[in-house]
């Protein structure tokens, strides 16, 4: 039978959150800033860490250099995280820019774009529409309600009665 989370996903999620505690409170380097954690993949041997991150900028040069400096710092980040979790063998950390976060959010405006614009589209027929009761030959028709009485007679030609 197998277990629900095996022990690297265990390892990885505790790793995650020392990660994120670690980048957060214990790193003074200015040229990493704000980093958020997304997900760290471990190798079954535990040799290795991948770690997802993001960034709250977008631009390519300013992200390749924030991972650059991840990447400079990560034996130091390696040694604070072995101090809060007890391991034998401490994974090798790799940061990896982590771009589903901003494509999400870029198709998601996407979206609402084309929402928008057919909401627009649809007000501007819409009036259009209900304009046109006029019939091919330029006459306007009125359609009338019949009126139903008590005593109307149904389909089958029957009296109804109350």
Do not use: C, W
């Amino acid at each position: 039978m197998a277990k629900e989370f095996s022990r690297t996903r265990r390892i990885a999620q505790q790793l995650q959150q020392e990660l994120a505690m670690v980048l957060q409170r214990d790193m003074k380097d200015p040229r990493i800033g704000f980093v958020t954690v997304n997900d760290v993949d471990v190798s079954r041997d535990l040799s290795y860490a991948k770690v997802f991150v993001t960034f709250y900028e977008e631009d390519t040069e300013l992200v390749q250099q924030k991972i650059d400096a991840l990447t400079a710092a990560a034996p130091y980040v390696r040694t604070l995280v072995a101090g809060r979790m007890k391991l034998r063998v401490m994974p090798e950390l790799r940061f990896i820019y982590d771009s589903s976060l901003v494509e999400g959010m870029r198709m998601s405006n996407l979206v609402t774009q084309v929402i928008n614009k057919d909401k627009a589209k649809q007000q501007q027929s819409t009036p259009e529409a209900y304009d046109s009761s006029e019939s091919v030959d330029g006459e306007t028709q009125q359609h009338s309600i019949p009126e139903v009485s008590e005593n109307s007679e149904s389909v089958d030609g029957d009296k109804e009665q109350d």
